[in-house]
Nanobody, 125 residues
Framework: QVQLAESGGGSVQTGGSLRLSCAAS????????VGWFRQAPGKEREGIAA???????IYTDSVRGRFSISVDSSTNSLYLQMNTLKPEDTAVYYC???????????????????WGQGTQVTVSS
């Protein structure tokens, strides 16, 4: 049974950093496409970063250069290092997994079959 559990959210001031973690079980996180999504109040859930088994990474424009996605097979976890945070980064952040080894450049929500419960990130100005 595939399970994903996020942690590491919290409140930070503009310009600060946070590291989100996602503990995976039921599959090997380094062998599949896994990613991070976020949903701000009143907005659609958007994909922001993903990494697959090659590994290749993809980022949405709004976070490229500030966020970094990685996996650790020893802990079977997915991470999102977030630097230079902005108020517009405030959202609930979700980790997700595809039932495929490759991401194929997709951050479409419908392409990801498994989801965590989310962790809140709040950036104050």
């Amino acid at each position: 049974q595939v399970q994903l559990a996020e942690s590491g959210g919290g409140s930070v001031q503009t310009g600060g950093s946070l590291r989100l973690s996602c503990a995976a079980s039921g599959f090997n996180v380094s062998s599949y496409c896994v990613g991070w999504f976020r949903q701000a109040p009143g907005k659609e859930r958007e994909g922001i970063a993903a990494i697959d088994s090659l590994p290749s990474t993809i980022y949405t424009d709004s976070v490229r250069g500030r966020f970094s996605i990685s996996v650790d097979s020893s802990t079977n976890s997915l991470y999102l290092q977030m630097n230079t945070l902005k108020p517009e980064d405030t959202a609930v952040y979700y980790c997700a997994a595809r039932a495929h080894w490759g991401c194929w450049e997709t951050l479409r929500r419908s392409a990801y079959a498994y989801w965590g419960q989310g962790t809140q990130v709040t950036v104050s100005s």
